[in-house]
């Protein structure tokens, strides 16, 4: 688990939420300035057994071990940069841990229930047993189109992508940029023939774009506003165009609704730290 820092519900008379609501929202998807109660966000408690989605950091510097979730500092010892779950009940072995500076730290993947405030752990497993294998890798990024172009092999160094990268940080409603193999893929706003025509003075290999909805300020701007309003938020970041991932303790799919009804549905998407056991 690592880093991006991270990243709100309208309420208005019965008589004019039919039409209001839904200009209100879209305008805050296009513009997040517009004004949101970030606060109305939920903080949704576990009802049951819960797990966490791999393997966690637990680190032990005073009388209870605690979990870390979110991004931690791969010092020695590792520090935590998340949030800090205070455990009870698990079992320490001297053999899966490791010691320095008078803090004893380990990873395990956990399971058990969560008040909002104290993990319980029923069940725990190791770094040392735990099968990699069964947590998946998240699902790559795809290409921006489906054949992507090259004109100038010589234009296709290092040195040329580095050039590219600057450039397309300036581009006119500059979106997003990701590397898929060897292909810049690069979405605007606006102007995607111009964008492409410039970005062709500095690279000449495999080259899609496209066009977003959302520049990347005004995902920024929501990522911010999250970050302030959303109470279980560990991370948050955009990969691709129109897209926000964040990561918040634990959602049983209210936090997901909100972020639908405050954004514009489909451009936050939300994934827990714990999930059902």
Not at 41 to 55: E, F, I, K
Not at 146 to 174: C, F, N
Not at 187 to 206: C, I, M, S, Y
Not at 215 to 224: C, K, P, R
Request: hydrophobic share 40%; proline share 7%.
């Amino acid at each position: 688990m690592r880093i991006s820092a991270a990243f709100a519900a309208l309420t208005l008379t019965a008589a004019l939420s039919a039409c209001s609501a839904d200009t209100d929202t879209d305008k805050r998807a296009v513009d997040p300035s517009a004004g949101t109660d970030a606060t109305a966000a939920p903080t949704p408690v576990a009802d049951g057994s819960v797990s966490t989605t791999g393997l966690v950091t637990v680190l032990k510097a005073g009388a209870s071990p605690q979990m870390c979730l979110g991004a931690i500092a791969e010092s020695s010892p590792p520090q935590c940069t998340g949030r800090e779950i205070e455990l009870e009940g698990l079992a320490w072995s001297p053999a899966d841990l490791e010691q320095a500076g008078g803090v004893e730290w380990g990873s395990y993947a956990i399971t058990g229930t969560f008040d909002g405030t104290i993990f319980t752990v029923t069940d725990s497993i190791p770094a040392a047993l735990y099968d990699v294998a069964a947590t998946p890798d998240p699902a790559p990024l795809a290409a921006a189109c489906d054949s992507p172009a090259s004109t100038d092999p010589d234009l296709a160094s290092p040195k040329a992508l580095d050039a590219t990268m600057t450039a397309v940080a300036a581009l006119p409603g500059y979106a997003s940029v990701w590397l898929t193999g060897k292909t810049i893929n690069v979405a605007v706003t606006e102007d995607a023939a111009g964008a492409e025509t410039t970005l062709r003075e500095t690279w000449g290999g495999p080259l899609c774009v496209t066009t977003a909805e959302h520049t990347e300020a005004e995902l920024n701007a929501i990522g911010q506003e999250m970050q302030a309003g959303v109470p279980s938020l560990l991370s948050s970041s955009s990969p691709q165009a129109d897209a926000i991932e964040a990561e918040v303790v634990f959602d049983d799919g209210s936090i997901q609704a909100w972020a639908d009804k405050t954004y514009g549905k489909g451009l936050v998407r939300i994934t827990s730290a714990l999930v059902p056991a």
